[in-house]
């Protein structure tokens, strides 16, 4: 694994999922990892497991639709590191319905916190980053922001942004050795998708040329690799993990 000594991570939508295996994985590779979501419950677990294999974790709970809560939190990170070298974006909702029916609040929601919320914490991080001349920013898209999919107008769109936002934040501060990139994870076993019936897995899986779904730690290496040193000449990247399901 690379080595992140010294480094402070944050990851948003920590509690479970993607967010949780990257926490882990970040700590692995000895960063200091700030872990921010809502549930509070959860983000104590996951600072006691952490801390448990010999690392480094801090809870911070935090609703990153929030504009209010984004600072107040950035602050009391900031003001408990006085640093911030990598931010990973990975907090995210679904409101799922076909478009014809989907209600306004569902799109705001997905919107406000998938894309929204991203870009409040990049604002936020920043203000550290350009100082210190140094910077990781990864943001979790989607591999459905580049194929589409039925009944997830508000995600793929939300997902997409992610897309377009980390390209042009990756232009705005390449000069300060700030690198923007994107992962873009396939179907993974999560919480969000165990709720899958059976046969729809099944179906998911005969579209991926792995025949099988990806697992939570995978996406979290690729975020250690991006957020890691090595990985310094990279930036406006999406850098897909998915299976083959797409190859685009």
Known sequence: MFSLKDKV?????????????????LAEADAKVVVAARNAEKLASLVGDIEAAGGEAFALPMDVADAGQVKNGFQELLGKFGK????????AITRDTLALRMKLEDWDAVLRTNLTGAHLCIQQALGAMLRQRSGRIIN???VVAETGNAGQANYVASKAGLIGLTRAIAVEVASRS????????GFIETPMTDPLSSELKEKMKSL?????FGKDREIATAIVFLASDEAGYITGQVLDVNGGMHMG
């Open 9 to 25: 991570a944050l990851v948003t939508g920590a509690s479970q999922g993607i967010g949780r295996a990257t926490s882990v994985a």
């Open 140 to 142: 979790i898209t989607s």
């Open 208 to 212: 991926i040329p792995l025949g099988r």
């Open 84 to 91: 911030l070298d990598i931010l990973v974006n990975n907090a």
């Open 178 to 185: 700030i690198t923007v990139n994107a992962v873009a994870p």
